[in-house]
Protein backbone atom coordinates (compact mmCIF):
# COMPACT_ATOMS: atom_id res chain seq x y z
CA UNK A 1 0.00 0.00 0.00
CA UNK A 2 1.46 3.51 -0.76
CA UNK A 3 1.08 6.42 1.41
CA UNK A 4 1.17 9.64 -0.52
CA UNK A 5 0.79 11.95 2.69
CA UNK A 6 3.27 12.78 5.89
CA UNK A 7 5.09 10.05 7.55
CA UNK A 8 2.60 8.19 10.37
CA UNK A 9 3.04 5.83 13.34
CA UNK A 10 -0.04 3.58 13.80
CA UNK A 11 0.58 1.16 17.45
CA UNK A 12 -1.78 -2.42 17.28
CA UNK A 13 -1.61 -4.56 19.70
CA UNK A 14 0.50 -6.80 19.36
CA UNK A 15 2.32 -5.70 15.97
CA UNK A 16 3.16 -2.27 14.81
CA UNK A 17 2.40 -0.78 11.43
CA UNK A 18 4.35 2.80 10.28
CA UNK A 19 4.97 4.78 7.10
CA UNK A 20 8.87 4.62 5.96
CA UNK A 21 9.55 7.79 3.44
CA UNK A 22 11.97 6.84 1.10
CA UNK A 23 12.41 9.58 -1.68
CA UNK A 24 8.89 10.64 -2.94
CA UNK A 25 7.16 6.96 -2.43
CA UNK A 26 5.74 5.91 1.42
CA UNK A 27 5.86 2.33 1.71
CA UNK A 28 3.60 0.75 4.68
CA UNK A 29 5.46 -1.72 6.51
CA UNK A 30 3.82 -4.01 9.22
CA UNK A 31 6.11 -5.35 12.01
CA UNK A 32 5.57 -7.92 14.60
CA UNK A 33 7.97 -6.44 17.88
CA UNK A 34 8.26 -6.81 21.59
CA UNK A 35 7.68 -3.82 22.91
CA UNK A 36 11.53 -3.17 23.77
CA UNK A 37 11.96 -3.22 19.73
CA UNK A 38 8.81 -1.19 19.60
CA UNK A 39 10.44 2.02 21.63
CA UNK A 40 13.34 1.43 19.76
CA UNK A 41 11.39 1.81 15.83
CA UNK A 42 9.50 5.25 17.63
CA UNK A 43 12.80 6.80 18.10
CA UNK A 44 13.83 6.13 14.92
CA UNK A 45 10.64 6.90 13.26
CA UNK A 46 11.03 10.26 15.41
CA UNK A 47 14.05 10.74 14.52
CA UNK A 48 13.73 9.94 10.56
CA UNK A 49 11.11 12.41 10.46
CA UNK A 50 12.72 15.26 12.17
CA UNK A 51 15.17 17.34 9.89
CA UNK A 52 18.29 18.60 11.02
CA UNK A 53 19.06 21.50 12.00
CA UNK A 54 21.24 22.19 9.07
CA UNK A 55 18.91 20.79 6.89
CA UNK A 56 16.31 23.56 7.44
CA UNK A 57 18.20 26.64 6.59
CA UNK A 58 19.69 27.97 9.75
CA UNK A 59 23.04 29.14 9.44
CA UNK A 60 25.30 28.23 12.91
CA UNK A 61 25.63 31.25 15.57
CA UNK A 62 27.94 33.70 14.38
CA UNK A 63 30.78 34.72 16.68
CA UNK A 64 30.06 37.69 18.61
CA UNK A 65 31.90 40.16 17.03
CA UNK A 66 33.98 42.07 19.37
CA UNK A 67 34.05 46.10 19.24
CA UNK A 68 37.07 47.85 18.49
CA UNK A 69 38.54 49.38 21.73
CA UNK A 70 38.92 53.16 20.05
CA UNK A 71 35.23 52.87 19.41
CA UNK A 72 34.02 51.84 22.90
CA UNK A 73 31.91 55.18 24.04
CA UNK A 74 32.78 56.02 27.79
CA UNK A 75 29.38 54.96 28.85
CA UNK A 76 29.90 51.34 28.10
CA UNK A 77 32.93 51.48 30.45
CA UNK A 78 30.67 52.99 32.89
CA UNK A 79 28.06 50.31 32.14
CA UNK A 80 30.44 47.74 32.72
CA UNK A 81 31.86 49.59 36.28
CA UNK A 82 28.00 49.84 37.42
CA UNK A 83 27.56 46.19 36.62
CA UNK A 84 30.82 44.74 38.63
CA UNK A 85 29.97 47.41 41.76
CA UNK A 86 26.43 45.80 41.81
CA UNK A 87 27.85 42.23 41.52
CA UNK A 88 30.15 42.97 43.66
CA UNK A 89 32.90 42.00 41.65
CA UNK A 90 36.68 43.47 42.43
CA UNK A 91 38.35 41.22 39.80
CA UNK A 92 36.15 43.34 37.00
CA UNK A 93 36.89 46.67 38.50
CA UNK A 94 40.07 46.36 38.73
CA UNK A 95 40.80 44.82 35.28
CA UNK A 96 39.67 48.06 34.52
CA UNK A 97 42.58 50.06 35.89
CA UNK A 98 44.98 50.83 33.33
CA UNK A 99 48.78 51.47 33.50
CA UNK A 100 48.77 54.16 36.19
CA UNK A 101 47.80 54.29 39.86
CA UNK A 102 44.02 54.77 40.80
CA UNK A 103 43.21 57.64 42.79
CA UNK A 104 40.67 56.27 45.85
CA UNK A 105 39.00 58.61 48.48
CA UNK A 106 36.31 56.46 49.80
CA UNK A 107 34.87 56.61 53.83
CA UNK A 108 36.26 53.68 55.58
CA UNK A 109 38.42 52.39 52.70
CA UNK A 110 40.61 55.50 52.30
CA UNK A 111 39.65 58.44 53.85
CA UNK A 112 42.83 60.63 52.91
CA UNK A 113 42.71 59.86 49.29
CA UNK A 114 45.91 57.86 47.88
CA UNK A 115 47.12 56.61 44.70
CA UNK A 116 46.66 52.64 44.47
CA UNK A 117 47.78 49.92 41.96
CA UNK A 118 45.36 47.51 40.37
CA UNK A 119 46.53 44.74 43.10
CA UNK A 120 45.48 47.33 45.83
CA UNK A 121 42.40 48.20 43.76
CA UNK A 122 41.23 44.31 44.27
CA UNK A 123 42.18 43.57 47.43
CA UNK A 124 40.47 47.25 49.08
CA UNK A 125 37.11 46.32 47.45
CA UNK A 126 37.06 42.62 47.76
CA UNK A 127 37.21 43.81 51.81
CA UNK A 128 34.50 46.43 50.99
CA UNK A 129 32.44 44.39 49.23
CA UNK A 130 32.88 41.57 51.87
CA UNK A 131 31.47 44.13 54.90
CA UNK A 132 29.07 45.76 53.08
CA UNK A 133 26.02 44.56 51.07
CA UNK A 134 25.61 46.55 47.84
CA UNK A 135 22.47 47.52 48.00
CA UNK A 136 21.93 50.38 45.19
CA UNK A 137 24.68 51.55 42.75
CA UNK A 138 23.66 53.56 39.64
CA UNK A 139 25.20 56.64 37.74
CA UNK A 140 22.84 59.13 37.36
CA UNK A 141 24.93 61.77 35.80
CA UNK A 142 27.79 61.82 33.16
CA UNK A 143 30.05 64.82 32.30
CA UNK A 144 32.61 65.23 29.68
CA UNK A 145 31.45 62.55 26.88
CA UNK A 146 31.57 64.38 24.19
CA UNK A 147 35.63 64.61 24.59
CA UNK A 148 37.57 62.01 23.74
CA UNK A 149 41.10 62.90 24.54
CA UNK A 150 39.93 64.36 28.41
CA UNK A 151 38.89 62.86 30.96
CA UNK A 152 35.17 62.16 31.84
CA UNK A 153 33.33 61.19 34.93
CA UNK A 154 29.93 60.08 35.72
CA UNK A 155 27.83 60.14 39.60
CA UNK A 156 26.52 57.54 40.83
CA UNK A 157 23.56 57.18 43.96
CA UNK A 158 24.90 54.33 46.19
CA UNK A 159 23.04 52.55 49.03
CA UNK A 160 25.02 49.74 51.23
CA UNK A 161 24.52 47.92 54.70
CA UNK A 162 26.73 47.61 56.92
CA UNK A 163 26.89 43.98 57.67
CA UNK A 164 28.39 44.26 61.20
CA UNK A 165 26.32 47.35 62.30
CA UNK A 166 23.48 46.22 60.30
CA UNK A 167 23.45 50.23 59.75
CA UNK A 168 22.42 51.65 55.85
CA UNK A 169 24.24 54.12 54.84
CA UNK A 170 23.47 56.43 51.44
CA UNK A 171 26.55 58.33 49.36
CA UNK A 172 27.25 59.85 45.87
CA UNK A 173 30.29 57.78 44.00
CA UNK A 174 32.47 60.32 41.48
CA UNK A 175 34.36 57.77 39.30
CA UNK A 176 36.81 58.89 36.42
CA UNK A 177 38.04 57.25 33.47
CA UNK A 178 40.55 58.49 31.07
CA UNK A 179 42.04 57.24 27.79
CA UNK A 180 44.88 55.02 27.88
CA UNK A 181 45.67 54.03 24.28
CA UNK A 182 42.30 52.59 22.57
CA UNK A 183 40.59 52.39 25.74
CA UNK A 184 38.90 54.03 28.81
CA UNK A 185 40.84 52.87 32.02
CA UNK A 186 40.19 54.09 35.45
CA UNK A 187 41.58 56.99 37.04
CA UNK A 188 39.24 57.92 39.96
CA UNK A 189 36.93 56.66 42.46
CA UNK A 190 35.75 59.28 45.25
CA UNK A 191 32.65 59.53 47.50
CA UNK A 192 31.14 62.05 49.52
CA UNK A 193 27.74 62.35 51.28
Known sequence: MINWHMPCLYIKGQGMSFCVLSGD???KMVFST???MKAVLITAALFAATPPVFAQGRKPAARQQQIPLDEVNPQVA???FEGAWKRADAEMISRMTGSNKVFVQMKGVADSGEFYSRSQIFFMLKNLFRENQQIKFEFVKYHNLDSADRKVY???YRNYKNIRSEKVFQDKVYVTLCREGKEWVL???KTTR
Do not use: D, K, N, P
Open 187 to 189: AEI
Open 34 to 36: SRY
Open 25 to 27: WGR
Open 78 to 80: FAR
Open 154 to 156: AIA
